[in-house]
């Protein structure tokens, strides 16, 4: 592995999820945005709005509306990376074009564009000595998210990332172990992974021994969650916005 | 704005489609994976796998199918990130679980796994001195890309992006400018955007001289295009596969 300044934080990144109160500056703040739109992006059409969440009482309502996970409130930096193909439809519509209805292609787009925004602004705030937590709840509970953050109907809050320092206890937490490369990497074509191949890719998770009884109680915890089936009934709600 | 060499590296990068034909060596490929794998994911579930395209014929099939770009062919490392629950729920299936059917949300969140890494990837080489490019055409032609990746309903291919060392061109080619911050991120609530805001906001693409005849060639350019409404076909299918 070939080593650069850039390779070594990407590499060293963790999740955080508990802050120190030590504030970020509005500098700093500026210096992640201006990151996150600095990533690449369909056509440069930046398909994508940053909702910058600084009053208390709607930080309060996302940590409640995202399976209740009070330390958002506590983040010093909660940005939502909104997908959002519905700006252009507006332009276009507002200046003589006779815009297609959105579509599903248009959805997917911009929800890369957001998540490739969002890893540019986690990636810069690390360098600053800042810590993130990617929340993936975001996309569960659409009419609640669409109240709080007042979206329009095609405005999809994709990813939503929260920021502050590490608190102690979070630097010396390990990074949790990923497979080894030939597992995620597959050449020229896709290859199913029967009993044995699965049981190796998920040892990074779950270890070799009592493999089956962990991957069984993730199941229950994650998969059969209340959340897990939310985001799917929310998702799919916030898709029929874009069926063309 | 403050910077660290991660984030210059980050603000610098530009996309780049026109390659040298210096080769990208094993190391620095793994070096690439690595780092995408290092990326936060949705419950350390690395809900992605990466397909290293390196079969020339395939490439050219791709190049193809991704609304026929030749320079795809010609990039010395081509990755595919395909969004992937189906690994996840095969194991559930196997190792005596019940798992519910795949949805939308299972889909969107792994969608969002893997653009992050992809950036990750990207962010990554362009410290090694590589480029790449996204390529967004690889959410078109579902059929097509399903036979040349043999990819199963439920492995979706997300993200692709191709890599290969800038030629001289491409080095002093500008970077396209960036809207400013206050445009593109907004306080507490989404604001829909006026004639007024919306043509401030998109000068950063169409200038402000000729800004209407701009703004409605790019819209038959690209929006309505073939590959733009294909796009859309093509995503309502592969969602479909993920209906629960």
């Known amino acids: 592995m070939q080593e650069t300044e850039t390779i070594r934080e990407i590499c060293s990144r963790k999740s955080v999820r508990v802050f120190s109160d030590e504030p970020i500056t509005p500098q700093e703040r500026d210096t992640i945005l201006s990151s996150a739109l600095q990533a690449p992006s369909a056509g440069n059409q930046l398909l994508y709005t940053v909702i910058d969440v600084t009053d208390a009482q709607k930080k309060a309502a996302l940590a409640d509306s995202c399976d ?24 276009y519509r507002l200046f003589g074009c006779d815009p297609r209805p959105l579509g599903a292609g248009d959805l997917m787009l911009s929800v890369v564009d957001a998540a490739i925004a969002a890893q540019n602004a986690v990636t810069a705030a690390w360098s600053l000595g800042i810590g993130s937590c990617y929340i993936g709840d975001i996309l569960e509970n659409r009419e609640t998210q669409r109240e709080i953050l007042r979206l329009p109907a095609q405005v999809m809050p994709a990813v939503m990332c929260v920021f502050g320092r590490p608190a102690e206890s979070q630097l010396s937490r390990p990074k949790p ?34 493999f089956e009884d962990r991957l069984r109680a993730f199941w229950q915890r994650k998969y059969e969650s209340d959340f897990s089936r939310e985001m799917t009934r929310s998702v799919a709600e916030w898709i029929k916005a874009f069926s063309g």
């Not at 009070?70 to 700006?87: D, R, S, Y």
């Not at 490369?181 to 992974?193: C, F, G, I, K, P």
């Open 68 to 91: 209740h996970q009070p330390f958002i409130a506590q983040a010093q930096l909660v940005l939502v990376f909104c997908a959002n193909p519905l700006k252009w439809h507006d332009a």
């Open 177 to 210: 172990p990923r497979p080894a490369l030939t597992r995620m990497v597959h050449e020229n074509e896709y290859r199913r992974m029967d009993e044995a191949a699965l049981k190796e890719l998920l040892s990074y998770h779950f270890g070799t021994d009592a």
